[in-house]
């Protein structure tokens, strides 16, 4: 089972930063996927970014532009950097780690950290 530790999320005013943090206990896959998805009450949860341990990137269309993922593989860890935050991201953000080339609501080989809630309001 892969354990997860999630940071940084919190209350923040329109257009200022926050910066995420999800580390896993291990990586068992050779090409592997780490990413964000958030959610929020009464809708379906959705992709915020995501990242192969190669460095492919993929975005949801909403931040694309203000949010940024990256990693280190060597420590296990996925970082997202987000920026002029609006306040229609306020969600639970929900870290994902994944085999490589498969979706996000495959029942294998898929996990899912505990969330972290972001709130941006003024």
């Known amino acids: 089972q892969v354990q997860f530790v999630e940071s940084g999320g919190g209350l923040v005013r329109p257009g200022e930063s926050l910066r995420l943090s999800c580390i896993v206990s291990k990586r068992d896959f050779s090409l592997d996927i780490m990413g964000w998805y958030r959610e929020v009450p009464g809708k379906q949860r959705e992709l915020v970014a995501d990242?192969?341990?190669?460095?492919?990137?993929n975005y949801g269309d909403s931040v694309n532009g203000r949010f940024s993922i990256s990693r280190d593989n060597a420590k296990n860890t996925a970082y997202l950097q987000m920026s002029n935050l609006k306040p229609e991201d306020t969600a639970v953000y929900y870290c994902n780690y994944r085999r490589g080339g498969t979706s996000y609501l495959s029942w294998t080989d898929n996990y899912w950290g505990q969330g972290t809630q972001v709130t941006v309001s003024s």
């Open positions: 990242m192969t341990n190669g460095g492919t990137t």
